[in-house]
Structures are given as C-alpha cells and as structure tokens.
C-alpha cells in the first residue's frame, strides 16, 4: 500500500509492504494504548483522541523519522495510518507545531467511481509561510509546553548562549500563559531563521 506524505512542498511516496501493516499490529495496538491515556496535541491536551487525532499524532511521528531519515520507524507510522484509515491516499503534514492542521485526504471505503471527490478529515492547513522543519523543531525542543506551578502556569524558553532555561513569568490562566508561549515561540523561530 503507498501512503504519499506531503512535507512543506515535498512529496513522499511511501510504499509500506502488506506484511509490515500485518506484523505491525502488535504495534499498533501498543501505540493505541498510550493514546488512549490522553495526549498533548501542539498546545492542547486532548483527553480521549478520535481516530484523526490519533493519525495526526502518529503524522507528526512519521516527521520525525522522516527527519532522522529512520526508514524502520517511518514504514511502522506510515503502516499505522494506513490500517486505522481506510482508504487514506496522502497526508499534508504540518510543519509549524499545529499538529491538528495536518490534513488526511483519501477516498472513503466502497467509492466504485474511478475518481470521486477526495475527502478531507481535518480541518484546514496553517496558513502563512512554511518554515525550515529543522529550524521549527529546535524551536519547538527550546520553548517547552505550558505547565501548572501551583495555581499558576508559566513555560520556559532556552537561552542558548547561556545554555540555561529562563522560565517565564507566572500566569493566572492557562490560556494567558498558552498566548505568551505562542509569542515567545515566533520570537524565538524568528531569532533562528535570522541566524541560518
């Protein structure tokens, strides 16, 4: 089964044999399992993920090891999104730290036509410029997630000349915390892009 990944201009086609999906489900279920506790979607904790959100996940997975050049583990994410959405053609992963705006496009099951219109099963891409992938996952390992302190949440941001972290200042609702976060974020993106 082929599944074309789509990364910020670039398509991938990958084929995944038959035997990698069936020897994979032990796998799969076991990625399954700790979905099933919940999982920290970009900026959102989403309790119980549906089928999307758990292959949009396991895109972001597929990122990775497409990054890292892991073929081992890209076939394993690849196989994964392949068993649990039928009829999946391409996924358009996105690249800047939405994981909820990487769209699955294929055909839905039973379509006889040659050529019906495709269906999309999230919502739409990120819009503005794409980034460099490198550049927005070093971003994204040195400005941490917002965390509760107390009652108060705050994150924290590298400072790679100093090589320590500077944490933020407290806030009094995730939300407030959530939005200085997201600035902090495109400073920091910014900061790299102009250094490279």
Not at 70 to 79: I, R, S, T
Not at 123 to 147: C, F, I, S
Not at 178 to 191: G, V
Request: net charge negative; with cysteine; aromatic share 8%.
């Amino acid at each position: 089964m082929i599944l074309k990944a789509i990364i910020d201009d670039q398509e991938y086609s990958l084929n995944v044999p038959d035997e990698v999906i069936a020897q994979g489900e032990d796998f799969f279920d076991k990625l399954d399992a700790d979905m099933d506790k919940g999982w920290q979607m970009s900026r959102e904790w989403v309790r119980n993920p549906n089928q999307v959100e758990r292959c949009q996940i396991v895109a972001d997975k597929l990122l990775t090891a497409l990054e890292k050049e892991n073929h081992k583990v890209g076939m394993l994410m690849a196989g994964y999104i392949l068993s649990r959405m039928p009829g999946i053609e391409s996924v358009e992963i996105d690249i800047r730290g939405e994981m909820q705006n990487t769209q699955l496009v294929g055909h839905a099951p039973g379509f006889s036509a040659p050529a019906p219109d495709p269906i999309t099963w999230s919502g739409p891409m990120a819009t503005g410029k794409p980034g460099n992938p490198k550049v927005l996952e070093q971003a994204g390992n040195n400005v941490t997630k917002v965390y509760k302190v107390g009652k108060a949440y705050r994150f924290s941001v590298l400072d790679q000349a100093a090589g320590v972290w500077q944490d933020s200042p407290m806030f009094a609702t995730e939300q407030e915390a959530e939005r200085m976060r997201q600035k902090a974020f495109d400073e920091y993106l910014e900061a790299l892009e102009r250094g490279n």
